[in-house]
């Protein structure tokens, strides 16, 4: 079973510009988790999307957005890159449901630097 | 808010020595907590974790983390390292009665250096 691919895996922008990362769940998972990780933040919840709609919201600002498609695959997007915004953007994917447990599969992440 | 507190940002150890890396997380309710270890340049690996039932819970690669209530901590433990066990490790807390099914929160990371 593939588990969850993120690309692409590296990125460099500049300041200013935009950016899209895309994630791909495992199969069968409906929910996708975005997550930052930088040295001075540690690793910070960005959203959730559940079929094709947001469920969850951390606390960053609104230059930050996602959207997932029909597939269960997501994308997240950063728009006037600034250079805070160097991190590792991870996704998790998972079932989803809304009771009990769901175990959640990281990808290996994207690399973003912002110059 | 649900904070975590991993209370060592860097742990040397010798190889085959024990080794408790420290967590405290800030929560009167019932949540689920987890370990994750991240390798270079890889994404997080559940390592275990704890929903309910028994306090102690245990990996398959000789970790155990037990959780204490009264104190709002879930420690890791390994009795004996290895080399290969280098890595970061993250505490991370979730709370499911709070509608964050999937929003994790995590603790800062101990970094775990094993040597010979």
């Not at chain 1, 960005?46 to 498609?69: D, H, I």
């Not at chain 2, 270079?40 to 245990?58: F, H, I």
């Not at chain 2, 983390?65 to 420690?75: D, L, R, V, Y």
Request: hydrophobic share 30%; charged share 15%.
């Amino acid at each position: 079973k593939a588990g969850v691919t993120q690309t692409p895996r590296y990125l460099i922008k500049t300041r200013g510009q935009q950016v899209t990362l895309s994630c791909s769940p495992i199969s069968g998972h409906r929910s996708v988790s975005w997550y930052q990780q930088t040295p001075g933040q540690g690793l910070q919840f960005l959203f959730e999307y559940f079929s094709e709609t947001q469920r969850n919201k951390g606390n960053f600002p609104g230059r930050f957005s996602g959207r997932q498609f029909s597939n269960s695959r997501s994308e997240m997007n950063v728009s006037t890159l600034e250079l805070g915004d160097s991190a590792l953007y991870l996704c998790a994917s998972s079932f989803g449901r809304t009771t009990g447990y769901n175990e959640q599969f990281f990808g290996p992440g994207t690399r973003l630097t912002v110059l | 808010a649900q904070s975590v507190t991993q209370l060592d940002s860097q742990v040397p150890v010798f190889e085959e020595a024990p080794v408790e890396l420290r967590c405290n997380y800030s929560s009167s309710v019932s949540v689920y907590l987890f370990w994750y270890v991240q390798y270079p340049n890889q994404g997080l690996q559940l390592l275990l974790k704890y929903l309910s039932g028994s306090t102690l819970v245990e990996s398959i690669n000789g970790f155990e983390a037990e959780f204490n209530k009264s104190q709002t901590s879930f420690h890791l433990r390994k009795p004996s390292v290895h080399i290969s066990d280098t890595a970061e490790y993250f505490c991370a807390v979730s709370d499911p009665s709070a509608g964050g099914y999937n929003k994790l929160i995590f603790g800062a990371g101990t970094r775990l250096a094993v040597h010979p």
